[in-house]
């Protein structure tokens, strides 16, 4: 079993930052895929961005040049670094955890980043 633990959203003016950390624990396997997606009201879940454990990453379009992700590998833990936050960023912000061996997606509980204007 896999368990991930999300911290960090909250409550941010327009152009203000927050730091999202996810904590994976359990039987990780050393080849994986973590990331973020999110999920604002009426609308569908999306990318926000992954990174592989060899390191490459990608971005949705609409947050490149504002969002990082990054990982500890020692620790399992991802982070999303968010800057220039606009209200449109407004969502619940899930982890994820694929596990390539298995080709299995693990969810977060979610956490809400809201950004007012």
């Known amino acids: 079993q896999v368990q991930l633990v999300e911290s960090g959203g909250g409550l941010v003016q327009a152009g203000g930052s927050l730091r999202l950390s996810c904590a994976v624990s359990?039987?990780?396997?050393?080849?994986?895929?973590m990331g973020w997606y999110r999920q604002a009201p009426g609308k569908q879940r999306e990318l926000v961005a992954h990174i592989a454990s060899g390191g490459p990453t990608n971005y949705a379009d609409s947050v490149k040049g504002r969002f990082t992700i990054s990982r500890d590998k020692a620790k399992n833990t991802v982070y999303l670094q968010m800057n220039s936050l606009k209200p449109e960023d407004t969502a619940v912000y899930y982890c994820?955890?694929?596990?390539?061996?298995?080709?299995?997606?693990?969810w977060g509980q979610g956490t809400q980043v809201t950004v007012s204007s």
């Open positions: 359990g039987s990780v396997f050393s080849f994986n895929v």
């Open positions: 994820t955890y694929r596990d390539l061996r298995l080709q299995y997606n693990y």
